[in-house]
């Protein structure tokens, strides 16, 4: 089983086909990990191994990955795992791509080192829309069964924890409208339409950042496969 080692946190992933890599940064919120795949309109894994070296993981205490847990935890906790990940496997240069909480992961991959992203492509970004009662109980409600096996942690740990993630004013809650203008990176933004991923988040991205497009429909039907293609299309045209 293909493990990733940093700090005491043990990220399971998993490495599938041959070519530009792109890691894959699946949904689920706190629990993204890449079995989530399956319950999306379409797996890009399935969709892009035969051209793309795709790496895909359990986030931190998610799936099969496992780590402590801190009160200084938070967005670049995350981030740095992802930079390990690739590191470990000698990537320099790659494509990101995130569904939900990976809207944000993405970004943070983009602020914390944007010569090594080559693009990034946010499905249905997480967002912040009068909503942040609805992730807090999110983020209780992964916490909670995890509390039992974590005694370095105590209860103030898990509650700073939960406001570095989601208690703070900026718009994807890890990057704000200032990153989104500055950002030179290419993005492909599909429109989210619900509580946890508002319109309003991906059409900000869309309006503010100067090399976005944004697709509204590619959930269904024929706008499916227009997206499906839209997307290989935006990967080979930013691939060296």
């Known amino acids: 089983m293909p493990i990733y080692e940093r700090d005491s946190a043990k990220i399971y992933y998993e490495v599938t086909g041959e070519g530009p890599p792109l890691l894959l940064i699946a949904p689920g919120g706190m629990r993204s990990a890449i079995a989530f795949w399956e319950n999306t309109p379409w797996n890009p894994i399935e969709q892009l191994s035969d051209r793309y070296q795709v790496i895909a993981m359990d986030q931190r205490n998610a799936g099969q990955s496992t780590a402590p847990v801190s009160a200084g935890d938070g967005w670049h906790t995350y981030t740095a795992d992802q930079l390990g990940l690739m590191d470990h496997l000698g990537l320099d240069k790659f494509h990101a791509a995130g569904m939900c909480i990976g809207g ?137």
């Open 104 to 240: 944000p992961y993405c970004c943070g991959l983009i602020e914390a080192a944007p010569d090594r992203v080559l693009s990034a492509t946010l499905f249905q970004t997480i967002g912040r829309e009068d909503n942040r009662d609805a992730f807090f109980e999110m983020f209780d409600g992964w916490a909670e069964p995890l509390k039992e096996t974590h005694s370095e942690a105590n209860e103030d740990d898990w509650i700073n924890f939960r406001e570095n993630m989601y208690g703070g004013d900026k718009v994807l809650f890890n990057v704000d409208e200032s990153f989104l203008r500055d950002c030179q990176t290419p993005l492909l933004v599909l429109l989210g339409n619900d509580l946890y991923h508002p319109q309003s988040s991906s059409r900000l991205v869309a309006d503010l950042a100067p090399n976005a497009t944004l697709i509204e429909e590619w959930k269904e039907g024929d706008a499916k496969d227009a997206a499906m293609k839209a997307f290989e299309a935006f990967l080979a045209a930013n691939s060296p």
